[in-house]
Structure formats: C-alpha cells, structure tokens
C-alpha cells in the first residue's frame, strides 16, 4: 500500500477511534522529549470490550489475534493524538499483554495481530521490537492490551 498513514488506514477499511477514556487514574500518554509512552490499550470499540477471556480457554489464538489487532488501533489512535499525526510517529516497541490460561504458550501469534497492523498502517516507521507477555488475567476481563514506545519526529 501506498500513501501516507492515513491513506493506508482507509484501504485497510479502518479509521482512527476516539482516544479510549482512560479505565483509572493516569493519561493516555506520556511524553518525555521524542518519545511517548502510551498507556496499555484494550481492544475498547465503542466504549466496551466485545469479548472477554483467557486465550487458551475461553479464546482461541486467531481471536486472541484479532483482538491485538483492535488494541493496536487504540494506541494508533493515541499515537495520532500524542503526535500531532500518525506521519509524525515511528514505533519502537511494542508490549503485548495476553491474558493466557495454563499451558498456553502462543502469546507471539497473538501479538503479531498488533504488530502486523502497525505495520500495514505505518510502513517501515512501524517496524520495532516487541514483547509479548502471557499473564494471569488483565483489566475489565479483556483478553489483550497493548502498549508502546513511540519516537515523534518534530517535522
């Protein structure tokens, strides 16, 4: 795909959310010089969860997948909002929390749903290192969240 961010947002018949309301007490992001931090994203759309679960229990990897690929779209959203644009943005890395039951052990196939739209979205400003990362349960049921480190250009 060709175009800017945006361009490439709306060939993949996506667009940007509403920054999500923050589910606490902290921002959306925080930012340090260059960088931003945004805080962990769940795949929120429309105000809610549309599912909730453990993967390897209620969730199977491709949901799990789809469901980072929706969290993603949050801190797009955020990054878009924290930089003045999303042609201003480039990821660093990726954080992929996946609440996993017992004896899951693809939390990497879960996380390339986040990472692939970060990169069909971005180009090559969207390649970074990633982590992903089973835990035991996350905020409100949710079955992913997302976090990342972003660099802002000033042009």
Known sequence: ??????????????????VPTPAAAYQPWARSGDLVLT???????????PCTGRLGAELQTAQGAQQARTAALNVLAVAAAAAGGLDRVRVVKLTVFVASAE????QHLVANGASELIG????????????????????????????????VSSG
């Open 1 to 18: 795909m060709s175009g800017g961010p945006e361009d490439r947002l709306a060939a993949l018949g996506l667009a940007l959310p509403e």
């Open 39 to 49: 805080a962990g994203q769940l795949p929120v759309v429309d105000g809610a969860l």
């Open 103 to 106: 004896g899951f052990h693809e």
């Open 120 to 151: 069909e979205v971005l180009g090559t400003a969207g390649v970074h290192a990633r982590s992903a990362v089973g835990v035991a349960s996350l905020p409100l049921g949710a079955p992913v969240e997302v976090e990342a480190v972003l660099e």
